[in-house]
């Protein structure tokens, strides 16, 4: 796709979702496009390594279902951290069910999600239902969305047909999908639109965890694949590491990256 091409601000400047512009905009702005995945069970530290990582990254993704100390201040505490270093939040709740339920998930209950997560996703597996359900609270709110097209792991089933359904509901949704969380860029040349591609399962020293997931370098990912956000987790925080330098570390590794896709 020729977006592969173009810089972060040459396509924030003719999107027309208001959501990617705004992050697209974000990423050229802070020379970023490393998304941290906060993968820990307490507020503490989840704060914590969000304080640490907040001026290296584009965008804190969380599973905010994982925190056993959840509460409101939480919440609060991780938009003032958003607003400080200026990266948005992605809450990675996979929604997986019919449009009526997924909007209740969506907007009710003890996470609110729609009230502070700028960006959230969701399977496609349900039909397009899911879509509509999450957009009705979403998009009033200016939130984006991304469809998981394929995943990271072992022996998953989002490949062929259903990755290829996957883009073509995106693009009947465009006014609040955004894009997808995927392994390669997904979108044709010929079919015009511009969806941002997040890739997680990146690490720069090991190739898998023992549980499924599989590790790509920043490299392969933004420059041989066409993803636009690398996704680290557990490369970042993980026993016995320096969350400032590894932080730092992929940054300067995923923005390289970026600079040597554009410039080809
Ligand atoms: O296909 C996927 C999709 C996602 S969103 N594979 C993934 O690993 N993820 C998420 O990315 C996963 O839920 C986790 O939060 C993060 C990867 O973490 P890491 O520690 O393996 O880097």
Redesign the pocket.
Known sequence: SSNLRKTYTERAAVHPNPCARTFLELMERKRSNLSV?V?VTSKTELLEIAGKVGPYICLL?T?IDIVNDFDQDLVDQLKALSKKHDFMIFE?R?FADIGNTVKLQYGFGIYRIASWADIT?CHSVPGEGIISGLKEIGLPLNRGLLL?A????AG?LATGAYTAATVAMARRHQDFVIGF?AMRRMDAEDEGGDFIVMT????LDVAG?GLG?Q?RTPREVVVESGGDVV?????IY?KGKNVEEQAKRYRDAGWEAYLERVRR
């Open positions: 995945a993968d993704k599973h990675d996979k996703n998981l394929e995943m990271s792991s998953s969380i997680p399962g990146v690490s965890d997931q590790y996704i680290v987790g557990r490369g993980g």
